[in-house]
Structures are given as C-alpha cells and as structure tokens.
C-alpha cells in the first residue's frame, strides 16, 4: 500500500465504510488536516463456536504502512455478540519488514489492545489511543475460547485514524 492508497477522499468514504464521516466537508476538513483513516476491516462476523477451550490467532493485516504519523486512535464498534465465555482481542503490534529476509520481525507485545468480552452489550464502542508507533503496524484477532463448544460469535469492526505531530 502506497501513501496514495492511504488518502481519504469523498469518493473512497463509501467503499472505507458510509459511517467514517458526517459530510462531503467533513471529509475535506479531516485530508486537509493531515488525518488519515485505516479501515482495519469492515463489519465482520467472527464464530468461533468450533474451538476447544483454547486461543488462537489471526492475522488482519501484516504491515499497514503508517511512517508519517504520530498520534493513533482505534477504534472496535462491537455491532452483536454472544459469547458465553471467552474474548476477542484486538491487537496492534510494531513490526519492520525486509526485503532482504522474509521472516517477520515484530515487537513481542501489542501496542495496542481492545477486548469484545461476554459483559459488552451491543451497540460498544471501545477506544484506545497512543503516539509515537511505527512506521508499519501487524494487526492480529487474538480469539480465546473459554469454554468448549460453547457459542462464540460477534459482529464487529475497526478503524485507525491516524494523524502527523
């Protein structure tokens, strides 16, 4: 993904997600100021009533290039869950690509995380912030099952928005 790929403009708002921005100006108000906004994955259904009490992880984005920022903002919109015992953990990780060597160098910890748990009652919002991250983020769904074969489901979606110093 190139920086011209990361440009919000009124013509992308719709295939981003029709609820990122209020208006037309809104829109131009927020390129003009720097902002960008990383539809980390749309409305989405995650049913992982299958596992066995255990976790497991899945990747959702393996390097979002983000080098010129500095503040980060992200959001999970929580749209329906039922969970009878376990979470879902959003979690963003630094990491740095090479060309030179196809392993994947990222940092041991999340720098970000927002938790889906049986107590949110849909519609949730949860948010966390940061500053100084990058220039290129992992994004991971860490799913933990507490119990085995107990229903597992949730509706759910994420954004970044991300702006310069």
């Known amino acids: ?6 440009d919000v403009d009124a013509e992308a708002l719709e295939e ?4 990122e921005f209020d208006d037309e100006f809104d829109a131009k108000r927020r390129r003009s100021s720097g902002v960008r906004v990383f539809n980390l994955f749309s409305k989405r259904v995650f049913d992982y009533s299958f596992l066995p009490a255990s ?3 899945i990747t959702i984005r393996r390097a979002l290039k983000v080098p010129q920022f500095y503040y980060y903002w992200m959001g999970l919109r929580i749209h329906n869950r039922d969970i ?14 090479s060309r030179q060597d196809p392993q ?3 940092a ?3 720098s970000m995380t927002l938790t889906c748990a049986a107590a949110d009652a849909p519609p949730a919002l949860k948010t966390t912030t940061l500053n100084n991250l990058g220039p290129y983020f992992k994004v991971v769904m860490s799913i933990t099952q507490g119990t085995a074969s107990a229903r597992f489901y949730a509706e759910m979606s ?8």
């Open 104 to 106: 994947e160098f990222s």
């Open 108 to 110: 041991a910890a999340a």
């Open 84 to 97: 009878v015992n376990g979470t879902y953990s959003l979690q963003v990780f630094q990491t740095l690509p």
């Open 158 to 165: 994420a954004v970044l928005y991300a702006r310069p110093a």
């Open 55 to 57: 976790t497991t992880t």
């Open 16 to 19: 981003l997600d029709a609820g």
């Open 1 to 6: 993904m190139d920086d011209d790929d990361m």
